[in-house]
């Protein structure tokens, strides 16, 4: 069954870090770009970062550019996301998807993205 499930998400304080995880089954992990998108309550959901199947690709929205890195393990079929200097802006439920390709568009649409996870939740706050 092809499944994506996000975990890691938490409360942390302004400044802080959290490693988020996408883990894949029923597919085979390499021939896809995995994308992360967050989408905060009343806002649009958000692309927040994309990796190809090598992790030769990835993109980043601006928001996050030198905060968070994306990386993953194809042996594990894991996508991780590192957040680090995080804001209370970041705060959202954070989602992780799939898209067919082996190079991440400039730009990270969630409407060419599919097979969603249930999301996990990020709260910056102190």
């Known amino acids: 069954q092809l499944q994506l499930v996000e975990s890691g998400g938490g409360l942390v304080q302004p400044g802080g870090s959290l490693r988020l995880s996408c883990a894949a089954s029923?597919?085979?992990?390499?021939?896809?770009?995995i994308g992360w998108f967050r989408q905060a309550p009343g806002k649009e959901r958000e692309g927040v970062s994309c990796?190809?199947?090598?992790?030769?690709?990835?993109r980043y929205g601006d928001s996050v550019k030198g905060r968070f890195t994306i990386s993953r393990d194809n042996a594990k079929n894991t996508v991780y996301l590192q957040m680090n200097s995080l804001k209370p802006e970041d705060t959202g439920i954070y989602y992780c998807?799939?898209?067919?390709?082996?190079?991440?568009?400039?730009?990270?649409?969630?409407?060419?993205?599919?097979?969603w996870g249930q999301g996990t939740q990020v709260t910056v706050s102190s």
């Open positions: 998807a799939r898209l067919y390709g082996n190079w991440c568009p400039n730009r990270i649409e969630s409407t060419d993205f599919r097979s």
């Open positions: 029923g597919f085979v992990l390499n021939y896809y770009l």
């Open positions: 990796i190809s199947g090598s992790g030769g690709s990835t």
